[in-house]
């Protein structure tokens, strides 16, 4: 059973199920597992052995006053520290590799789910909670596997041992002392499931601090050049306030849990002293036996008191499990489907499309064919719905209503694969990875040589800016390309394109960051890229949209006019008015 499946099992909310996923993600780790379980037990007898060897230790010393004993005794109390010293390190270690190496595989697992969610997922979860899961959430689950699960195998086998020994001694006695670990029991059940709770509200409140600091470090320069730092700041501050109470309320918990286990100790303890006194004083129990069962009783209290706190720290981790749990029971994009090479003839038939949680529908009706090799243009104002149609063609969205053809193909009948390898894809959005040149350029296409990489940059009028670099093509463009001018990150993005060679070109205001200069050159690299291929673009400017053999003109998410250049600017208001505002501003330049 791999990862993803011991999560999504069906199992009813319950300790024991959340206990059993623990297991079972511990299984892989099985050898070291027995031998952390091993080491635990051998941890837990040393710990009866030394209440134990109380009685004989008292009787032979007192009875024989042996000095050689004297000098064995301290000897033998070393020995059985260090041997529990000595084994409490193992448990200890095998114990934290395990968790370190459960939670290395649940990133794994995470990050390889990230890839497979839709685009859906990712307009309604925030980069901030997702990483907090994966840090934050795992972490604490690290702990629990490292030390909470570990103290429940060695403190509860050492509970076990001692108390044997204790009945063993005087076992009325023992008994009697006993009589305070229901009451234990029961309050740490009644305070582990407020904390089960409170946990799992940290755990969002933390996620809420990361999404604002992930989201403070993409947005700097805008905050900056806005003046919002204060504002920023305030927003984190009541974020991490919130948080912090929390967090002290699982303290609180923690702590009443620990107060409670304390007093019932010290009554459990009052009890025992008093009647073992009783007996001693009465000649009903020798004075070796009742230090020896003392001893195991003030020794098996220590773990009983480390065991309240492993059930709410289990608590915290059950919190964990349930938001790790969310992320894989989303639904991965759909596999499988035809997959061959696309000519790139595409048919929207009577499309409409509402995004999620959204009352308006962003496309409504939407239906024309584009042949292949055709060049057409989608125009209109912003929010009309011209992204969401590429972003349906692209597979990122699925139609609400309709069907969307590829060479006679519904693409719900396509491999997503198929479609996106048969697609080129250059958006106003300048994704970079914080990577070398080569590398952002190799998405087009991995297998390409040195030789086809420089080809695309000149064909993009990239390679002289490149070769200026103090590294070349091997020059790393920092996150999201901020080492880069925003022209220079824009031909970055043409060049993978058209190292791709797709069939359909998407250019969805692929020229907006270049200055009149650059977008001159561009555009001639873009004519050539663009013969013999489907191409969409998606623009404002006029020498951008003249190359189009059809217009689209599109709004308020349905379609107004389709035609030429001509006879769009004659009969579509919204053309005309986005054709002379153009007009306007290439007269001021």
């Not at 305030?234 to 929390?246: D, S, V």
């Not at 002290?248 to 007093?263: A, H, L, P």
Request: proline residues 2%.
């Amino acid at each position: 059973m791999n990862i993803k499946e011991i999560f999504i099992k069906e199992r009813p909310n319950s300790n024991l199920s959340d206990f059993i996923i623990f297991y079972e993600l511990s299984k892989p780790h099985f050898i070291r597992l027995i031998a952390a379980i091993i080491s635990g037990a051998i941890l837990a007898a040393i710990n009866g052995a030394i209440a134990w060897l109380v009685k004989p230790a008292l009787d032979y010393f007192f009875l024989h006053k042996s000095k050689v004993l004297l000098i064995l005794l301290p000897l033998s109390i070393i020995v059985l520290f260090f041997l529990r010293g000595a084994f409490t390190y193992l448990t200890n270690y095998l114990m934290s590799s395990i968790g370190a190496k459960i939670v290395r595989s649940i990133r794994k697992e995470i990050y390889d789910k990230l890839l497979l969610l839709p685009v859906s997922f990712f307009s309604k979860t925030t980069s901030g909670s997702v990483i907090s899961r994966i840090l934050n959430d795992l972490s604490l689950l690290h702990s629990t596997v490292a030390h909470t699960i570990k103290d429940f195998f060695v403190e509860g086998a050492t509970v076990i041992v001692l108390a044997g020994v204790a009945l063993f001694r005087q076992w009325e006695l023992a008994l009697l002392s006993f009589i305070v670990i229901p009451l234990m029991g029961y309050s740490i059940s009644k305070l582990g499931k407020i904390m089960k709770k409170t946990a799992f509200r940290t755990r969002k409140l933390i996620s809420e601090v990361t999404h604002i600091l992930n989201e403070t470090l993409l947005c700097m320069k805008i905050i900056k050049a806005y003046n919002m730092q204060k504002k920023m700041s305030e927003r984190h501050e009541k974020a991490l306030t919130e948080h912090y109470r929390n967090t002290m309320r699982e303290v609180r918990i923690d702590e009443f849990s620990r107060f409670m286990t304390e007093i019932l100790g010290g009554i459990g303890v009052a009890i025992i002293l008093f009647y073992g006194s009783y007996l001693v004083i009465s000649e009903e129990l020798s004075v070796s036996s009742f230090f020896s069962f003392i001893a195991a009783i003030l020794m098996i209290y220590t773990p009983i008191r480390r065991l309240s706190k492993v059930y709410n720290n289990f608590q915290q981790g059950r919190a964990v499990i349930e938001r790790i749990k969310t992320i894989f029971l989303e639904e991965d994009e759909r596999e499988g489907g035809i997959d061959k090479k696309l000519e790139g003839n595409i048919v929207f038939d009577n499309v409409s499309f509402k995004y999620p949680e959204a009352t308006d529908y962003a496309l409504k009706n939407v239906s024309f064919e584009i042949k292949k090799g055709e060049v057409v243009a989608i125009v209109g104002m912003s929010g009309a719905g011209k992204s969401t149609i590429v972003d349906i063609l692209a597979g990122f969205w699925v139609p609400s209503e309709g069907n969307v053809y590829i060479d006679g193909i519904d693409i719900s009948k396509l491999s997503l694969r198929t479609i996106r390898s048969n697609i080129g894809l250059v958006t106003q959005d300048l994704i970079l990875f914080n990577d070398t040149i080569r590398a952002n350029i190799l998405c087009g296409r991995p297998e390409a040589n040195d030789e086809e990489i420089e080809n695309a940059a000149k064909a993009a009028f990239a390679h002289e800016f490149i070769v200026q670099l103090p590294e070349g093509y091997n020059t790393v463009v920092g996150e999201r390309g901020t080492k880069l001018s925003g022209g220079q990150k824009q031909r970055l993005t043409i060049a993978r394109a058209i190292l791709k060679n797709p069939t359909i070109l998407i250019l969805d205001e692929a020229t907006s960051s270049l200055d009149a200069d650059s977008e001159r050159k561009v555009q001639l690299a873009l004519e050539k890229l663009m013969v013999g291929k489907t191409t969409i673009i998606i623009a404002h400017r006029l020498s951008t949209l003249k190359k189009a053999s059809r217009v689209i003109v599109i709004n308020k998410g349905c379609i107004e006019k389709i035609g030429d250049h001509k006879e769009v600017l004659s009969e579509s208001l919204i053309y005309k008015e986005l054709y002379l505002l153009q007009s306007e501003e290439k007269k001021a330049d």
